[in-house]
């Protein structure tokens, strides 16, 4: 072969290789879905809602605030569909819509209350086998409709799905994920539970509107809703779940009807089980910083004593708030705070001959210590309230 041949058959081999990105899709071409909402029709069918951004409506300098838009238009756009599966439904929505939506970069899933409490089982089949799903993505479960919440206007984002996030990073509560869920669902002696929302109206402003707003948790039996966790019960999940950096902010009533706001912002728990004549029993013992808040009381905080007693009333306020939960987890024969996990953990043998088969009913029989250790690390930058007359304590 001469070498002019040889030269023509190496460019031929080489040209192969510049043949460009042949499968490529231009971002142009590309419809981002910021979160899904899923809900139950009253027929049973699914109805699955998605929020897309419009990058036409997210201009620079003349964009608006929340609800966020360019001269006042919304910078997303939301539609939804009914059908009898959830990849149904995404396909009928895809057959009007002129880019491909992308689930990539979906941060968060919405489901609607009526259908946690029918079930979630499907949710994990459709999530897991789509390669452009996250794990990762969180999961809410609404108070009535999820798509209701979609449609809310918070002020201080451009998206709802955004304002959704945020409050979920924000140590409030366990920003629970669909692996989180998953692993919970798969462990022995657990129950999973999801961050639980709801929308409200905005009270006595100039514009009114719809702000996404943090409840607690949704408790599951299996895949199937059968609760909620609020106030001081969503926090004693948070606590006795190992939530380590927190931020709660509890009300103490003190002596003579005085009252003080503080901040708990670390939590570290250790739970030890025990059979002691076939009798089951946890330790819980919790060590919990704060700093105080707001102070309407007449205490003398730069004496030690004072300190002691805000710090017992944080402690109180603590076991009462874990007392709460492991109560409402017992009313709704779940297994939220996972003891049977530390149960099986401790003691393999005896949860499969005795306890696994009518868990969690059996932990209604069980013994729980609480032991709270606080700490209050900062009172602010004064002692006392220059503005009211000193009671020495």
């Excluded at 999820?146 to 996030?165: G, L, V, W």
């Excluded at 190992?242 to 003579?256: A, E, N, R, V, Y």
């Excluded at 029993?281 to 300190?307: C, G, P, R």
Aim: glycine share 8%; proline share 3%; with cysteine.
């Amino acid at each position: 072969m001469s070498a002019r041949s040889t030269s023509l058959l190496l460019l031929l081999l080489v040209s192969t290789l510049l043949s460009g990105c042949w499968d490529r899709t231009e971002i142009n071409d590309m419809a981002f879905i910021l979160t899904s909402a899923i809900d139950l029709e009253k027929d049973g069918k699914i109805r699955y809602t998605v929020m897309l951004p419009l990058p036409g409506q997210m201009g620079g300098a003349t964009g608006g605030g929340g609800g966020g838009g360019s001269n006042g238009g919304k910078s997303y756009y939301i539609d939804s569909e009914v059908g009898e599966t959830y990849r149904e439904c995404h396909m009928k929505l895809q057959k009007r819509m002129s880019r491909r939506m992308f689930l990539a970069h979906r941060r968060t899933i919405l489901v609607g209350e009526d259908l946690a409490r029918q079930g979630i089982r499907e949710l994990f089949d459709t999530v897991p086998r789509s390669p452009e799903s996250r794990m990762t993505t969180f999961l809410v479960v609404t108070k009535g409709k999820a798509y209701d919440m979609m449609n809310s206007t918070p002020k201080f984002e451009h998206f709802p799905s955004e304002a959704i996030r945020e409050l979920i990073k924000s140590k409030s509560v366990m920003d629970i994920n669909f692996k989180d869920f998953g692993i919970s669902l798969s462990l022995p002696g657990a129950d999973p539970v999801a961050v639980y929302m709801d929308v409200k109206d905005s009270e006595q402003g100039v514009e009114s509107s719809k702000e996404v707003e943090l409840k607690g948790y949704a408790q599951f039996r299996h895949d199937k809703m059968v609760g909620t966790l609020e106030n001081d019960a969503a926090m004693g999940l948070s606590i006795i779940n190992g939530q380590k950096m927190i931020s709660h902010s509890i009300t103490l009533q003190m002596g003579d009807g005085q009252i003080m706001s503080a901040r708990i912002y670390e939590a570290l728990t250790n739970i030890n089980t025990k059979l002691i004549n076939q009798k089951l029993e946890y330790d819980i013992a919790l060590n919990i910083k704060a700093t105080l808040m707001e102070d309407t009381s007449h205490y003398d905080l730069s004496q030690t004593k004072n300190i002691l007693l805000v710090e017992d009333g944080i402690s109180k306020k603590v076991k009462s708030a874990v007392q709460d939960v492991i109560n409402q987890s017992l009313k709704n024969n779940v297994d939220s705070c996972e003891f049977g996990n530390f149960l099986w953990r401790a003691y393999p043998g005896e949860w499969k001959s005795q306890f696994e088969k009518n868990w969690p009913e059996s932990l209604k029989d069980a013994k729980f210590n609480i032991q709270v250790q606080s700490q209050l690390t900062d009172t602010g930058l004064i002692f006392d309230n220059v503005t009211r007359e000193r009671i020495t304590q």
